[in-house]
């Protein structure tokens, strides 16, 4: 018994159908577990108390850019990778000098004029203020500020008025305000598990381009 089919149509059209399919499929699949992945890893920075600008520091693009490719293939990477480093393999930090690390209180600030960190030799020339080192024993040392108040932003400013164009020391609400907190080293705990997150993605792929394989095929239908 002799069996013969026949195909209806162009088998280049039906090819080309095909493979335009699989493009679809694999590029949104990769689509998926890329925005997935950036989600969970900004999930797992705000989860650890770490903050949104941190976690908002995670980006994810798929290439090729605008085109659905059987190669496609996605990327996660955060503007911030120092950072996300220390927390993912935990660090100890020490002063590079082999003195302290000189903590900035909220009475400094974060930044200083030019967007950098703020450093103690920063603050003196942002504010003009000398500061005074103040030992403590079985506690930090500090860094402070005398003759000094906290502002409406609860920024260390000096204690001066001005009266007809010169400048003069107020005698009320002066104080001595801790600008840095000195301390020999920091440790950070590992608090994220970003490759364990990358594998639960990647490990979803083929699942994700299937689901994306089944819908195209329904939609074409």
């Known amino acids: 018994m002799r069996l013969s089919a026949a195909l209806s149509g162009s088998l280049k059209q039906l090819m080309e159908a095909e493979l335009k399919g699989a493009e679809r499929a694999i590029t ?3 689509r998926e577990a890329t925005d997935g992945l950036k989600g969970e890893l900004r999930t797992q920075i705000t989860g650890a108390g770490l903050g949104e600008k941190l976690a908002r ?3 994810g693009e798929v290439y090729p850019k605008g085109q659905p490719s059987i190669g496609a293939a996605g990327l996660v990477w955060s503007k ?3 950072i996300v480093r220390i927390y993912e393999e935990g660090a100890t930090i020490r002063s590079t000098r082999g003195l302290f690390l000189a903590i900035p209180t909220p009475a400094a600030g974060k930044y200083s004029d030019g967007g950098a960190r703020i450093t103690p030799g920063g603050w003196e020339r942002r504010t003009g203020m000398r500061l005074r ?3 403590r024993r079985g506690a930090p040392s ?3 500020a005398d003759n000094s108040r906290l502002n409406s932003r609860g920024r260390a400013v000096a204690n001066q008025g001005r009266r007809q164009g010169s400048a003069f020391t107020r005698l009320s609400g002066r104080s001595t305000v801790p600008i840095f907190v ?3 080293s920091v440790t950070f705990k590992k608090r994220l598990d970003v490759a ?3 594998r639960r993605w990647h490990g979803r792929l083929p699942e994700l381009v299937l689901r994306q394989w089944r819908l195209t095929e329904g939609s074409t239908r």
């Open 57 to 59: 520091t995670w980006r």
């Open 142 to 144: 500090l860094l402070v």
């Open 28 to 30: 949104l699949g990769v």
């Open 80 to 82: 911030a990778p120092g």
């Open 196 to 198: 364990g997150a990358a």
């Open 182 to 184: 000195l301390v020999p």
């Open 133 to 135: 080192f103040v030992y």
